[in-house]
């Protein structure tokens, strides 16, 4: 994803470290650990049909040697559930992230919504810092960037046109204006679905070849994207003021 874009110069979130119990440490990828968690799935299944020997009699010792199952070492005694329920939550935590930087309650401050409430028309479309964008201009990109991931998401990996990055402002009516804050809300909710279906084992892959992010970071990179501008926004509002009150 390109740099303008907010989300392609974000880097691969940190691999977590892990001890299988065969050594030292070492660093395995979120998809590494889901593989393992559906082979000691089967393991379970596969034990428990045999001989009626469950993993907890495993990780006790009081079945076989640890050293026949070395998943044992990466699980440890943590109950099973608890790993498939870490699994699962990894793209609400995503998708509720998402939700925070455009609806509000972010740990930063002002959610973009939020940045926006009570803007009027005029006010969005007015520059009031000479050579930057206006508000409007810069929830249209916003826009563009969710397009963007949501392409992805469909196969398609072509990068944004600089019309489709930076589109040009409508007419500046109170209509219009609701109109573009209000796609900008769908498309969040929208994105947000998608990232609740998602494949969870398919975080650390690239959505689309052409561009060679993972999904993970394309998705975390909106949030991202979204309070970047969100603080622009606040500046900007600031700038009215102080124009208003000049």
């Given at each position: 994803m390109?740099?303008?874009?907010g989300?392609g110069?974000?880097?691969?979130?940190?691999?977590?470290?892990?001890?299988?119990g065969?050594?030292?440490?070492h660093?395995?990828s979120?998809?590494?650990?889901?593989?393992a968690?559906?082979?000691?799935?089967?393991?379970?299944?596969?034990?428990?049909?045999?001989?009626?020997?469950?993993l907890?009699?495993?990780?006790?010792?009081?079945?076989?040697?640890?050293?026949?199952?070395?998943?044992?070492?990466?699980?440890?005694?943590?109950?099973?559930?608890?790993?498939?329920?870490?699994?699962?939550?990894?793209?609400?935590?995503?998708?509720?992230?998402?939700?925070?930087?455009?609806?509000?309650?972010?740990?930063?401050?002002?959610?973009?919504?939020?940045?926006l409430?009570?803007?009027?028309?005029?006010q969005?479309?007015?520059?009031?810092?000479?050579?930057?964008?206006?508000?409007?201009?810069l929830?249209?990109h916003?826009?563009?960037?969710y397009?963007l991931?949501?392409?992805?998401?469909?196969?398609?990996?072509?990068q944004?046109?600089?019309?489709?990055?930076?589109?040009?402002?409508p007419?500046?009516?109170?209509?219009?204006?609701?109109?573009?804050?209000?796609?900008?809300?769908?498309?969040?909710?929208?994105?947000?679905?998608?990232?609740?279906?998602?494949?969870?084992?398919?975080?650390?892959?690239p959505?689309?070849?052409e561009?060679?992010?993972?999904?993970?970071?394309?998705?975390?990179?909106?949030?991202?994207?979204?309070?970047?501008?969100?603080?622009?926004?606040?500046?900007?509002?600031?700038?009215?003021?102080?124009?208003?009150?000049?």
């Open positions: 390109a740099a303008k874009n989300v110069d974000q880097t691969t979130p940190p691999r977590r470290r892990i001890d299988r065969l050594g030292e440490p660093v395995e979120l998809s590494e650990c889901r593989r968690m559906m082979a000691w799935m089967t393991l379970e299944e596969e034990m428990v049909a045999n001989d009626g020997t469950g907890a009699d495993l990780v006790g010792g009081t079945a076989r040697s640890h050293s026949s199952f070395p998943l044992v070492g990466l699980i440890g005694v943590r109950p099973i559930e608890r790993w498939v329920e870490r699994m699962t939550a990894e793209v609400n935590r995503l998708e509720e992230q998402l939700r925070r930087a455009l609806e509000g309650e972010a740990w930063h401050g002002p959610s973009v919504l939020e940045s409430a009570g803007l009027s028309a005029a969005a479309a007015s520059h009031p810092i000479a050579g930057a964008h206006s508000i409007w201009e929830v249209l916003l826009r563009s960037d397009d991931v949501l392409r992805r998401l469909a196969g398609d990996g072509r944004l046109t600089a019309a489709e990055d930076w589109p040009a402002c007419a500046s009516t109170e209509e219009n204006w609701q109109q573009t804050v209000q796609e900008l809300k769908l498309l969040n909710k929208k994105l947000r679905q998608a990232v609740r279906d998602f494949p969870d084992e398919r975080l650390d892959d959505l689309v070849p561009a060679p992010y993972t999904a993970y970071t394309q998705f975390i990179g909106v949030t991202q994207h979204n309070l970047y501008h969100a603080g622009q926004i606040a500046l900007l509002k600031r700038a009215l003021a102080a124009t208003t009150t000049a």
